[in-house]
């Protein structure tokens, strides 16, 4: 079938010629953001006064992944994964337990407080709650304006607003709007804001945090293609952390699927969606209800029993393997490596 | 006939002006089935099943207009005494929020007996052993010693069981689920839904399922009602609407969300535009500022459903050119 839209036919035999694609897919020139062995543990303390240590909570337990310049990397998983957690400790915003975070070839956890302050404009967050993460008291204007004044982006009021016109030109709001109030605006209107201010500071890397999981199914097409058109102008590369694997597929072109603090799977999108080998990422496909009644009562669901454990008290060997439907016994005893086990796809299951 | 809605009209007087949350619904739900009522935020689709509940905040929220009938009962013209002998024994509620739908200071146990000591004038013993047998019913392990916990011991999904387990225990007819899983991960979505599916069909239970999910939708009802602005715009059979919708709303949902089994789309197809404002609503169709379709007429007289199909009813003047093949 040459010369359609071949990467993305959703026929199974193309996948065999698709182990490079995803990687190629987007101008790829470098690796933008390293992560290397990743862990954010939280420490449980007995009271409030002697602050003895009873627990850890491994959040981010070892995470190791690569972005590369103008591509997106999709990061799944249920919540508690510590898939928003990995994006904090990729922002400084908690610092990690231990492991690099190699942002344009330095380490992010190794440079002083005034150097990381000249980095951090460059990396950039779009928040999920619109409702939430904007200052109820600032305009937008201010909003989308106080980046820029505060790094001197700008020589003096007339620049910032001319900036600030053309911020929300660009995220598709009427420059007008730079008066109003968040509470004057849609859920839409808002997350439209959360971008702007993401741009404004003249980033190359967003992490976008479940922007669109608050805002209704009409609005998150529009704010999807919107970031979409963004990377392609800007040559953005973007961090996409959500849990609907369907947005997920759409928006990526690798996904990383991760579950109680370690990724399980990662590869190119259209090789996860045609080929889960993990048990985990196969029961989150098959979760998901397609809209079609038709599609539906042919399908049947993998249904995991169980919930996800405390990542206080994580099972041994395989984390997955009190609900994986594919467990052996060697499972318990045994912690799985992320390994490579077909070109570009890296899986952590004893299976294989 | 279980329960028949004519032309409900649900509004709030607030400063700011009439809001129409539900402008003239009509639906009927018959015994045993399950129904979707599907729409975006503002819609009316909770409002719709908290009117029917006998749940409307007055003020600033009134019933202006319509008929409930439950059974062959009008549940508008009962008193609160009548109302409180039907709610939670024969039409049942399940929230979106497992968190703040339990009263966070009763156990679980006291929670679910409450309502089969009033409703069933069950004995505390009685009570408390079919409690624990409803527990085990929807998949709560140990639920001898789950009855003497208090929420905060139990994690969403579980909660949400328990929301089941309390909504089953009383034997209603009807359930309405508002969003059931919305607060819930995808794989404890999948486990609560076909365990919801489950017992309301070996039990008998009709179920409104009230969600803005296509997919919860599709896998799950036998009829769909698509809500927009206050009005039902679309009625008809899942495989009906989904295969051949007829209103430009319908088929623009269906068109915005991006499918896991079809091929990924270039480009996702969007609603353009922003719902309106339900106390300043446009004039004639609620949709044709945002539709595709819209010709002078929409602007000037509002459409009412009429039959497009077998059994397919839809609220448009150009339903003829709008979809129709498959999605």
């Known amino acids: ?352 | 006939m279980l329960l028949e809605v004519r032309n409900l009209r649900t509004q709030f007087f607030t400063p700011e002006g009439v809001v129409r949350a539900v402008d003239g619904v009509s639906f009927d739900i018959q015994e045993g089935e399950t129904v979707a009522l599907v729409g975006e935020s503002g819609c009316g689709k909770s409002v719709s099943a908290l009117s029917i509940m006998g749940l409307i905040p007055n003020p600033p929220g009134r019933i202006v207009e319509g008929e409930i009938q439950f059974r062959g009962r009008d549940l508008r013209v009962l008193d609160a005494e009548g109302m409180r002998k039907i709610r939670g024994k024969e039409i049942a509620m399940i929230f979106q929020e497992p968190m703040t739908s339990l009263n966070p200071v009763l156990t679980i146990g006291r929670q679910l007996t409450e309502a089969l000591e009033m409703h069933l004038q069950m004995k505390p013993q009685e009570a408390g052993n079919r409690a624990m047998e409803f527990l085990k019913l929807v998949g709560i392990p140990d639920p001898r010693r789950r009855l003497s916990q208090y929420p905060h011991q139990f994690s969403g999904g579980m909660r949400q069981r328990v929301m089941i387990a309390m909504a089953l225990c009383c034997e209603p007819r009807l359930i309405l689920a508002d969003e059931p899983t919305t607060a819930l991960d995808v794989t404890i979505q999948a486990q609560i839904l076909e365990l919801l599916k489950d017992t309301c069909r070996r039990l008998h239970v009709a179920i409104i399922i009230i969600t803005h999910n296509l997919g919860v939708v599709a896998r799950y009802a036998d009829r769909v009602n698509v809500m927009y602005a206050g009005k039902i715009v679309e009625t008809g059979s899942s495989r009906g609407i989904y295969q051949s919708p007829r209103h430009p709303y319908t088929l623009g949902l269906l068109h915005s969300v991006p499918r896991l089994d079809q091929p990924r789309k270039a480009k996702l197809d969007p609603i353009e535009g922003q719902p309106p404002d339900l106390a300043d609503l446009p004039a004639g169709c609620s949709f044709q500022p945002r539709c595709k379709f819209a010709v002078v007429k929409c602007n000037q007289e509002t459409p009412s459903l009429c039959e497009v199909g077998e059994n397919h009813w839809s609220a448009c003047w150009v339903w003829e050119r709008v979809g129709g093949g498959s999605a």
């Open chain 1, 1 to 352: 079938m040459p010369g359609n839209r071949g990467e993305d036919s959703g026929k199974k035999g193309l996948r065999l010629n698709s182990p490079m694609q995803p990687i190629a897919a987007k101008n790829s020139n470098g690796t933008i953001l390293e992560v290397r062995n990743l862990k954010k543990h939280f420490s449980l303390t007995s009271s409030m006064i002697l602050q003895k240590v009873v627990g850890w909570i491994k959040a981010v337990d070892g995470v190791s992944f690569s972005i590369r310049r103008g591509e997106t990397l999709g990061l799944v998983g249920e919540s508690g994964c510590g898939k928003t957690t990995t994006g904090r400790c990729i922002l400084q915003l908690d610092r990690p337990t231990s492991g690099e975070v190699i942002f344009k070839g330095k380490d992010l956890t190794r440079i002083a407080d005034v150097e990381l302050r000249g980095i951090r404009p460059k990396i950039q967050v779009i928040f999920q709650d619109p409702f939430s993460s904007l200052n109820p008291r600032m305009t937008i204007g201010q909003i989308v304006g106080e980046g820029p004044s505060v790094f001197k982006l700008v020589a003096n009021r007339k620049d910032l607003k001319e900036r600030v016109a053309h911020l929300l030109s660009t995220v598709g709001l009427n420059p007008t709007m730079a008066s109003r109030y968040p509470h004057e605006l849609s859920g839409g209107q808002r997350q439209r804001v959360g971008v702007a201010r993401a741009l404004s500071m003249e980033a190359s890397f967003i992490i976008c945090d479940e922007p669109v999981s608050a805002l209704d199914v009409s609005i998150q097409a529009q704010i999807i293609n919107l970031l979409e058109d963004l990377q392609e102008k800007l040559n953005l590369t973007y961090l996409f952390i959500a849990h609907d694997l369907s947005v997920v597929r759409h928006i990526s072109d690798r996904v990383a699927v991760m579950y109680l603090g370690k990724i399980v799977e990662i590869t190119g999108r259209q090789e996860l969606y045609d080929n889960p080998l993990h048990p985990y990422t196969q029961a989150l496909l098959s979760a998901v209800p397609i809209p079609d009644p038709v599609v539906e009562a042919r399908r049947a669901p993998i249904i995991l029993k169980g919930e996800i454990p405390s990542p206080l008290n994580p099972p041994p060997g395989c984390v997955f393997h009190p609900r994986c439907f594919e467990a052996q016994k060697e499972c318990s005893q045994e912690a799985p490596e992320l390994r490579e086990v077909q070109p570009n796809h890296w899986v952590s299951c004893l299976r294989f």
